[in-house]
């Protein structure tokens, strides 16, 4: 149906053991080298996946959607003649893509700020070499699971930065999103900064179109001449406006909308009603009725990605929706996520807005605290806390397992959500997270100097690490699913904007709405209302009790020591009666498969291109401590 998704490992100017370049050959479809003659990039990708360039002694590559060809490419790389020169030579390339370069021994690689496209690292013997994909150095150094980590993503959505997203895998360290990986021929690495946010001092009137032009742009870019693009069109703003911008660019839609039955949804009447003004579109509908239920195929196994996805709940109906474009010649599709997200912040920015402008941040604390039913303690807490982010993360580790009446107190949140353990989460478990939190309380800095800012470019990270399974999930089928919203210059042009005027107590999403003003029906942009899928997400696990109630028996989340598993039990076994809402148990559920994919797949499938000798999971590349770095960013994070 599909194919391998592309990969890659990016080698050091030196020599590697000879067991590691062993490995990689086999299992390589490309190589290139450096200018000395090293191997520098081993994967597997197709001509449009990676795009190649040299000039001398400069190597370039961009890896994904981007809009520069071969051609442009190698005009850029003979601007460079350092490292420090490879992102102002890129200059405005927009897109989701990896940076890869050679320049006189030395080697950069970054991924994108969404942290859509990621870096991995690890120590091997020679070197440090790193990945597009965790689980390629993990085969490659046999290397064990994280406990820790692993622990983790049981906080799903509350994880703050930086445990976010780390490496599931002990010796393998992820770049934090927005830095880059210099690796030095001497064996030497650091990371560096290589984005930074823009001020947020654009009025509405300004950022408006700058959005409308991203957003543009990142979706002309996935359009191709007579092809069929295949896009959501759930009613809501964000799936709406790429399907209008995507007729503009000339795409052959074929767009689809889910009608769920919970009284007084009005998805479906949006989308028909945006349907009625995209003439040429093909517009399906799918009632839920007629959808493979909620949680279907929980014991089908596949190869797993980097770290557990929450899309298990739906995976079988996303499916049945994808087949559907496929069969009328879609060859990819768009979709919303991310627009929630990037397009408007988190309600903290009122924090730095009392502080800057006092009157107009009392006007907007009391509309959100009228909006969002704060208790008017917690919501002065919050206003006047000036506590810094270390202190604020440290203060979290004491209520890692709240109790649940303590969860439903409506309190504004300060630099970020509360991390979460669900109830069944073990005692052990608290204890390494706890763990994790103190040590990056110690050591790490916040991704932004205002708590609001951080949260906001938190927010659109979580986004774009989303962004990252649905591609990597859907490209083996056949239909690979592109998320623009998480491209850098859309997330850049919303950061650009006066955060009270990108999201405020009286309108819905005010920033995209001017961004799509006269292309967009008014109807549409004037929503407020948002639907949900609570009947059927009850009626799947109802359904699927037999499969849930194995699971509980032979829980991997139990044998790792993460999970509790008498409350595990009670809790797959009775959802109905939990209290905590059902993110929870979907972040616990999306764990567990994940352990149970993994355990079915050990070996990657993006290792194993016809032809190639398959990986043997009981060898084990030579793997030794990661060498000091030259740069403090992650000394003390989180793998």
Same mark, same amino acid.
């Given at each position: 149906m599909g194919s391998a998704p592309t990969w890659f490992v990016v080698l050091p100017d030196r020599e590697i053991h000879s067991d590691v370049m062993r490995q990689l050959r086999q299992r390589a479809v490309q190589v290139v080298s450096h200018p000395s003659g090293r191997p520098w990039l081993v994967g597997a990708w197709s001509p449009d996946e990676l795009t190649f360039a040299a000039a001398g002694e400069v190597r370039l590559a961009v890896a994904g959607m981007c809009l520069l060809t071969t051609e442009e490419l190698a005009i850029r790389a003979r601007r460079v003649h350092s490292l420090a020169a490879v992102e102002s030579a890129l200059g405005k390339a927009h897109g989701s893509f990896h940076v890869i370069a050679s320049v006189g021994g030395h080697t950069?690689?970054?991924?994108?700020?969404?942290?859509?496209?990621?870096?991995?690292?690890?120590?091997v013997e020679g070197g440090?070499?790193?990945?597009?994909?965790?689980?390629?150095?993990?085969?490659?150094?046999?290397?064990?699971l994280d406990t820790a980590q692993l622990a983790v993503r049981l906080t799903g959505f509350t994880a703050p930065h930086p445990l976010a997203g780390g490496a599931l895998w002990r010796g393998i360290r992820r770049v934090i999103p927005g830095e880059a990986l210099h690796l030095d021929p001497g064996g030497?690495?650091?990371?560096?900064?290589?984005?930074?946010?823009?001020?947020?001092?654009?009025?509405?009137?300004e950022a408006a179109p700058a959005l409308r032009q991203a957003l543009r742009e990142a979706v002309a870019l996935r359009v191709r001449p007579g092809e069929v693009l295949g896009a959501d069109l759930s009613g809501g703003m964000d799936s709406t406006s790429l399907c209008f911008l995507a007729a503009e660019a000339g795409a052959r839609l074929v767009t689809a909308t889910l009608r769920w039955t919970a009284p007084g949804n009005e998805d479906h009447a949006y989308a028909q009603h945006a349907a009625e003004h995209l003439p040429g579109a093909e517009h399906l509908v799918f009632p839920s009725a007629e959808l493979p239920a909620h949680f279907?195929?929980?014991?089908?196994?596949?190869?797993?990605?980097?770290?557990?996805?929450?899309?298990? =709940?739906? %995976?079988? *109906?996303?499916?049945?929706? /994808?087949?559907?474009?496929?069969a009328r010649g879609a060859v990819r599709r768009l979709s919303g996520h991310g627009g929630d997200h990037v397009v408007q912040p988190p309600d903290a920015y009122v924090h730095g807005l009392l502080r800057r402008s006092p009157l107009v941040g009392l006007r907007h604390a009391a509309g959100l605290?009228? =909006?969002? %039913?704060? *208790?008017?303690?917690?919501? /002065?807490?919050?206003?006047?806390?000036?506590h810094a982010y270390g202190t604020w993360l440290a203060r979290t580790t004491g209520q890692l397992r709240a109790a649940p009446a303590r969860r439903v107190v409506r309190a504004p949140q300060g630099w970020g959500l509360q991390p979460q353990l669900p109830p069944w989460a073990s005692d052990q478990a608290v204890d390494l997270v706890g763990e994790l939190l103190r040590a990056a309380a110690r050591n790490v800095e916040p991704l932004a100097v205002e708590r609001g800012r951080h949260a906001w470019i938190h927010q659109a990270q979580e986004a774009g690490r989303i962004a990252g399974h649905l591609a990597y999930g859907t490209a083996a089928e056949g239909l690979p699913v592109h998320s623009p919203f998480c491209d850098d210059a859309v997330i850049n042009a919303c950061l650009a904007t006066l955060p009270h005027e990108a999201a405020t107590p009286w309108s819905y999403k005010p920033l995209l709405a001017a961004a799509m003003h006269g292309l967009v029906p008014t109807r549409v942009l004037h929503r407020t209302t948002k639907d949900h899928c609570g009947v059927e997400w009850q009626h799947g696990l109802r359904l699927h009790r037999r499969e849930l109630a194995a699971w509980a028996e032979e829980s991997r989340l139990v044998a790792s020591g993460v999970a509790n598993p008498e409350l595990l039990r009670r809790a797959l076994l009775s959802p109905g009666l939990l209290r905590g809402g059902s993110a929870e148990l979907e972040s616990t559920l999306g764990a567990e498969a994940w352990l149970r994919d993994l355990e079915a797949h050990p070996a990657p499938v993006h290792l194993c291109h016809p032809g190639a000798p398959q990986p043997d999971p009981d060898r084990a590349a030579p793997i030794r401590s990661l060498p000091p770095e030259h740069d403090n960013s992650l000394k003390g994070a989180p793998s």
């Open positions: 950069y690689v970054r991924g994108t700020l969404s942290g859509e496209r990621r870096v991995y690292l690890t120590a440090v070499i790193c990945a597009d994909r965790a689980r390629t150095l993990a085969w490659l150094t046999s290397a064990e030497q690495w650091r990371t560096a900064r290589w984005w930074q946010a823009p001020e947020g001092e654009l009025p509405l009137s279907t195929g929980l014991d089908d196994r596949r190869d797993p990605g980097d770290e557990p996805s929450a899309a298990l =709940r739906d %995976r079988a *109906q996303q499916h049945h929706l /994808a087949e559907a474009m496929r605290r009228a =909006r969002r %039913r704060w *208790q008017l303690a917690a919501g /002065a807490r919050m206003l006047l806390d000036g």
